[in-house]
Structure formats: structure tokens, C-alpha cells
């Protein structure tokens, strides 16, 4: 199992990003897949979940309304869309894979919000 994070990148408040996982390794189209992210000095957080056909999503309340996740299984990938960005959304964040009651992260991607 690989997961691959890109997109992150600094941006200031207000502002847009859209990161990617690629997934290779296992068949990424029978898994629900999620976004966590881990800010500096607290634990990690749950983000977003989308089900094997993108049709379901759900969303923490810190996020919803202002982040979409989506995903594109002929490509393997991963998405999550993120605008009105905020201070505190500053963390690394990662897609993760359920699989076999075993979790999979990839490396991470760091998004910076600041001005």
C-alpha cells in the first residue's frame, strides 16, 4: 500500500488549495477513503471521509462548507478541495486508507495558512 500527498503549500487566509493522495498498491476503488490532519503540537484530526463511489462524503464541523473531498477511481487519486482557508487549518495532513482493519497514511502534505 502507497498513498502519496501533494498540494499543500502556503496560502493566506481566505485563500484556496486542493490536495491529492495517489494510491497504488490496492484496489483503491472498494475503499472508503479520509483526509486527517495533525496541527502543530495536538493529536490528529478527522478531516473528511468519502465512500467507494464518492457519492457519500461526510465532514467534521470544522471543516464543513468550506472543504470538499472527492475522488477519481480510474486515477487512483484522492481529493480534497479546501477553500476560506483559516489560520487553523495549519497542519500536515494526510490521507489515510482503512484496509483489513489496518490503517494506511501516506507521508503527509503541510498546509500553512498565514498572512
Known amino acids: 500500500v502507497q498513498l502519496v500527498e501533494s498540494g499543500g503549500g502556503l496560502v493566506q487566509p481566505g485563500g484556496s488549495l486542493r490536495l491529492s493522495c495517489a494510491a497504488s498498491?490496492?484496489?483503491?476503488?472498494?475503499?472508503?477513503m479520509s483526509w486527517v490532519r495533525q496541527a502543530p503540537g495536538k493529536g490528529t484530526e478527522w478531516v473528511s471521509t468519502?465512500?467507494?463511489?464518492?457519492?457519500?462524503?461526510t465532514y467534521s464541523d470544522s471543516v464543513k462548507g468550506r472543504f470538499t473531498i472527492s475522488r477519481d477511481n480510474a486515477k487512483n487519486t484522492l481529493y480534497l478541495q479546501m477553500s476560506s482557508l483559516k489560520p487553523e487549518d495549519t497542519a500536515v495532513y494526510y490521507c489515510n486508507a482503512r484496509i483489513l482493519s489496518r490503517n494506511y497514511w501516506g507521508q503527509g502534505t503541510q498546509v500553512t495558512v498565514s498572512s
Open positions: 498498491g490496492f484496489s483503491f476503488r472498494i475503499y472508503s
Open positions: 468519502i465512500n467507494t463511489s464518492g457519492a457519500g462524503t
